[in-house]
């Protein structure tokens, strides 16, 4: 048995060892500074923590992510500046040839008229609940490149591909981000999941709009979500609670943690999202697992039900929902009728999530029964 | 005191650490068949296991040419000890020819591939078992009996000092039988090959053996050579024979006789009247047998078979008391059979029995 | 003489494999999404002349690819056999040890670990776990392996193993911060993707010693063909040799589960085909013959695999099995109709 043992801290050292780009969780600079470039301002961020950027004289812009590198903009016509720090990657504008990975990115880029610059998508077309995204692909002007873990890497090099856009679940397969990163593709993992206040995904097309060259049009549409948010910000709280879950097919119930984007939307809805005090909050994408008993006691008497319908597929009707399990009939909601089931469109919709917030609202403060359609969510018959 | 060429000192064996036969002592010389006797399951075959290193021994140790065995890498044992066992095995598309050829490998070089000499040997082998001819054919796919001289020949190409053969005759019919010991038996004696096996066969045993062990309960019960070993008293004890006698001069084995009082009487003799017996005590009919010389063949069977022999003296004429007594017995019983055709001097009374049956109308 | 035909056979079997095997590799390096002409390619490889984008295609995703699949496959089907022969079982495969599950979990451990430090994994090191994982299930395997009599335990040692480990990934990842994380069950299914220049010297260097360990080995498996007793007692260390098998064997299949995951039914058709072509179970022949009728048979599922609905690629197991293992059915009839 000790050579066992000896043998296994052997591997555990080596694997210590191989472990190639360690990023730690560093402390943000101020702004950063490059040699050869000015510093010139930084973008105003009003609900975005994962990105930053700093502006330089020239054009030059600097996109810092949070644990996923920096990134140089360089205007068409000009150069990197010499004796660039190897860790910051180069992205040459014009940014072309996109290949997107991270679906919630796709709606981002719609609302700044960016979908022309991408050409090869992660997602098939039947995939796509953006309409313009499903007209790409149909018309030929996007094409499918395979999945995030097994990409076409032909297919992605033969169209030139400029720059790829990942969602973390690539570091479950770093060999492809090293691939793509070894053909001289920069590969761009966005962290938008993990920003904890809603509007701080939407904030993220003015990242994109920087990729693009187009802030202007990221700022105007940014602004109109967030004046949908302060009106809805400046009701009063109607103390209602909303519970917003899914049931998976092992039965258990899928609830959000505490302190995810969901139920910051119920929050800043002017709602209280239930149930409470789940889950740890150092990683606020996620969701968790819960037993059908637990979820009863808490959500039992839930004012609100909003229904995740975006992996199982829409529900119309309320027995639609009881087939799941019987004992929401006992639920508060749904004895007065008041459960409402999201569109499958509502993660891929990054830029509505002001409306998403506007529509909870909506759901909180309207006491009219005959209203059933809302942008994002129907009431269930 | 010669020293042996084969000796356990205080062998004991089993399974599990639990000794099944004790402090076992042989002693054999080169060119030597020893075998092994005894009922089923008394151990037999753990003793050979324990001598091949199938088995560990409990204790005790055995030689081999003054070597520890125990010492010996395996390598060594392999060119030195080879084994016939009733394992069945089932290679999958492997020649005869393949199977034989892999007693090579003691002597083959890393990659077991054999060279001319090689496969001359393993020829030679084969031919001796009268097997060559089957060297082509797919080894699951020939009869009991040609496997066992397949593997035979596979003990017999590994050029060992010493076979060791676990029942090899057990599925073999009499003409295999009498051929693979055949087999043995001129290797032994013309190279030299000394052999340990186990049989069940007590005939066979008796008749090609040089030593015999009897295996019976936790010690050896006997050691020693045919002659000491195989009197019917003894087999009856050894094997708990209760039904049936064996007859150690030939070495065979009869059934019990028909019990009660003899209702035929046959006059037999110069082995005419072995069927006859044989037939009755088939039929369950008690008979009895008259007048028999004690050297005459009949005689061997009538004394196991028949409710009542009457015997004479070797060489010596039928007596008027013996014929008396015959005539006795033939007058009790129903039916008188006459197989007997050779009357001379020695057996003239039986002619004058035939005569008397002839005159009781019992013919 | 029977003796020439066999030889005839023989040499008229690897002709083939090898013709075969010439085959696939020049259709494999001429297929893809992107259409690159007969001419081109040879430009590129002989000459290398071209395009940078075309260069890159065939050198950089097609010719790794092609020769992991090559070398792999032959590790697969060389360590069923093994694994066959020890165990003489016909549907041993080199996953029956419980090997892929062991990777899986300390996969998995590690990702999770490293993720909850903010660390992010480099591919080095999912190969280095993954091997090590399947190092560890071996380990467990050899220690049941010196207290046990009978070699079929071994096979039960190693389905349990697998569910153990199984479980326990299972539960690690139920509290895993990343809910992403379970789709590690991508990992079970295998496939040949992304494959390095890097990774191709690596495996080539630990299956190529390996291969070789295991042909000078011949002479003992072929001496177990005739069972444990009877190589004993000529000569072969039982113990040894069993290690020596299970390590090999073992070495194998985690070099394939390290770089493509598991990928089923290779190790178990493929040592069949190959018995049943040439006739014969003699490892110094099966050997060399295994390893070229797997990368024969996965360059050809490979083929299928990346091809047939580019760009989305059918996951590399499910077309194994779909030529696996009918030619499985089939032979397991016939060697029943003979006996």
Same mark, same amino acid.
């Given at each position: ?116 610059? %991408? &050409? !090869?998508? =992660?997602? $098939? ?10 007209? /790409? ?128 939307? %119920? &929050? !800043?809805? =002017?709602? $209280? ?10 990683? /606020? ?97 | ?363 | ?339």
């Amino acid at each position: 048995m000790n050579k066992y043992i000896k043998w296994l801290l052997l591997m555990a050292v080596l694997i210590m060892g191989l472990s190639t780009g360690v990023y730690g969780a560093e402390k943000e600079d101020s702004h950063r500074e490059i040699k050869g470039l000015t510093y010139d301002h930084s973008m105003e961020l009003s609900y975005a923590e994962e990105f930053s950027v700093d502006y330089y004289e020239g054009g030059y812009a600097l996109i810092t992510i949070d644990q996923s590198g920096e990134f140089l903009v360089v205007p068409e016509g000009r150069k990197a500046p010499e004796g660039l720090d190897g860790d910051i990657t180069v992205l040459q504008q014009p940014v072309s040839n996109i290949y997107l990975v991270a679906t919630s990115a796709m709606d981002l880029f719609r609302a700044i008229d960016g979908i022309d610059s %991408i &050409r !090869l998508s =992660g997602t $098939k077309e039947n995939g796509w609940y953006i309409q313009e995204a499903k007209d /790409a692909m149909e018309s030929g002007k996007m094409i499918y490149a395979g999945k995030y873990n097994a990409p076409d890497y032909e297919l992605i090099l033969n169209e030139g591909c400029g720059l790829a856009i990942e969602s973390t679940m690539i570091y479950h397969n770093p060999e492809v981000k090293e691939k793509l990163e070894q053909f001289g593709i920069p590969v761009l993992v966005e962290r938008s999941s993990y920003e904890s206040h809603p509007l701080g995904r939407t904030e993220w097309m003015k990242l994109y709009g920087v990729l693009l060259g187009r802030e202007d049009q990221a700022e105007k549409v940014f602004e109109e979500q967030s004046s949908k948010l302060e009106k809805v910000l400046s009701a009063e709280n109607t103390g209602k609670t909303v519970a917003f879950f899914y049931i998976n097919s092992t039965g258990a119930v899928n609830v959000r943690k505490s302190g995810d984007y969901v139920s910051e939307m %119920i &929050r !800043l809805a =002017g709602g $209280k999202y239930v149930p409470e005090d789940t889950g740890s909050n150092d990683n /606020a994408l996620s969701t968790m697992n819960m037993q059908m008993e637990e979820f009863y006691a808490k959500a039992k008497d839930a004012d609100y039900i909003i229904y995740n319908s975006t992996i199982d597929g829409e529900l119309t009707t309320i027995d639609e929902l009881l087939s799941k399990s019987e004992l929401l009939a006992d639920f508060k909601a749904v004895k007065n009728g008041n459960v409402w089931c999201t569109g499958k469109n509502l993660f891929q919709e990054t830029t509505g999530l002001g409306t998403m917030i506007e529509d909870i609202h909506t759901i909180l403060t309207e006491d009219d029964a005959s209203l059933e359609e809302l942008t994002y969510m129907h009431r269930l018959k | 005191m010669k020293p042996y060429f084969f000796y356990t000192d205080q062998l004991t064996v089993g399974y599990d650490g639990k000794p099944l036969i004790r402090e076992i002592n042989i002693e054999l010389n080169r060119g030597e068949i020893l075998t092994l006797i005894g009922p089923n399951g008394a151990g037999k075959s753990t003793i050979l296991k324990s001598i091949t290193h199938q088995l560990k021994a409990i204790s005790g140790t055995v030689y081999l040419e003054k070597e520890l065995m125990d010492k010996m890498s395996s390598k060594e044992m392999a060119k030195k000890v080879s084994v016939v066992l009733t394992e069945r095995m089932h290679p999958e598309l492997m020649t005869c020819e393949d199977v034989v050829s892999t007693g090579r490998y003691p002597y083959t070089g890393t990659l077991g591939i054999l060279s001319e000499e090689d496969r001359e040997k393993v020829k030679k082998a084969m031919e001796t078992v009268h097997a060559w001819e089957l060297r082509e054919r797919d080894f699951s796919a020939i009869s009991d009996g040609q496997r066992q001289r397949i593997l035979l020949a596979r003990a017999i190409c590994q050029e060992p000092e010493i076979i060791i053969l676990d029942e090899p005759t057990s599925f073999l019919d009499i003409r295999h039988k009498l051929e693979l010991l055949t087999i043995l038996k001129s290797m032994v004696l013309q190279q030299g090959l000394t052999v340990i096996m186990s049989l069940h066969e007590l005939d066979l045993a008796q008749k090609i053996s040089d030593r015999v062990i009897c295996v019976h309960g936790e010690y050896i019960e006997k050691y020693g050579t045919p002659e000491e070993i195989f009197t019917p008293d003894y087999i009856r004890e050894l094997y708990g024979i209760t039904r049936g006698s064996y007859n150690a001069d030939f070495g065979c084995v009869e059934m019990e006789p028909a019990k009660g009082a003899p209702q035929v009487f046959v006059i037999g003799g110069n082995g005419s009247g072995i069927p006859v017996y044989r037939s009755l005590q088939r039929q369950g009919i008690p008979f009895a047998a008259g007048v028999l010389h004690r050297n005459d063949v009949d005689y061997q069977v009538a004394d196991a078979l028949a409710a009542e022999v009457i015997g004479e003296k070797p060489f010596s004429c039928i007596s008027e008391e013996n014929y008396q007594k015959a005539l006795l017995v033939m007058s009790k019983c129903d039916r008188v059979i006459c197989p007997l055709k050779d009357f001379g001097p020695m057996n003239e009374r039986n002619r004058t029995l035939y005569e008397m049956a002839e005159k009781m109308g019992k013919l | 003489m029977e003796k020439r035909k066999r030889a005839v056979r023989y040499g008229c079997s690897f002709v083939i494999l090898g013709v075969l095997l010439f085959i696939l590799f020049i259709w494999n390096v001429n297929a893809g999404s992107v259409p690159l002409s007969v001419g081109e390619i040879l430009n590129i490889i002989f000459r290398h002349q071209g395009e940078d984008v075309a260069i890159n295609i065939v050198w950089e995703i097609r010719l790794p690819r092609i020769l992991a699949v090559v070398i792999l496959g032959g590790a697969l089907s060389v360590s069923g056999f093994l694994l066959q022969t020890f165990f003489n079982n016909p549907i041993a495969g080199p996953f029956v040890l419980g090997i892929s599950s062991g990777a899986k979990l300390v996969v998995a451990l590690l990702m999770i670990y490293f993720l909850s430090m903010s660390v992010t994994m480099g591919s080095g090191a999912m190969i280095l776990a993954a091997f090590t994982g399947s190092m560890i299930s071996m380990g467990f395997v050899l220690a049941v392996s010196k207290k046990v009599q009978n070699m079929s335990m071994l096979v039960i040692s190693g389905v349990m193993i697998g569910y153990i480990c199984s479980a326990i990934t299972d539960f690690v990842v139920t509290f895993a911060d990343d809910s992403n994380i379970v789709n590690l069950h991508n990992w079970s299914l295998g496939s040949f993707s992304g494959m390095s220049w890097s990774n191709v010297q690596v495996m080539a260097m630990v299956v190529g010693i390996s291969m070789i360990a295991a042909f000078l080995m011949s002479k003992p498996i072929s001496a177990y063909q005739l069972g444990e007793v009877y190589a004993q007692n000529m000569g072969v260390n039982i113990r040894l040799f069993r290690v020596g098998l299970i390590l090999l064997s073992s070495i194998l299949s985690a070099c394939v589960t390290a770089f493509a995951g598991p990928i089923s039914f290779v190790g178990i058709a493929v040592p069949h085909i190959t018995k049943s072509l040439l006739k014969t179970a003699k490892p110094i022949l099966v050997i060399p013959a295994c390893f070229l009728g797997g990368a024969v048979f996965c360059l050809f599922c490979d083929l299928i695999a990346r091809t047939v609905f580019a760009p989305t690629e059918l996951s590399i197991s499910s077309v194994t099995a779909v030529f696996g293992a009918p030619v499985v059915i089939y032979i397991m009839i016939k060697r029943q109709k003979r006996i």
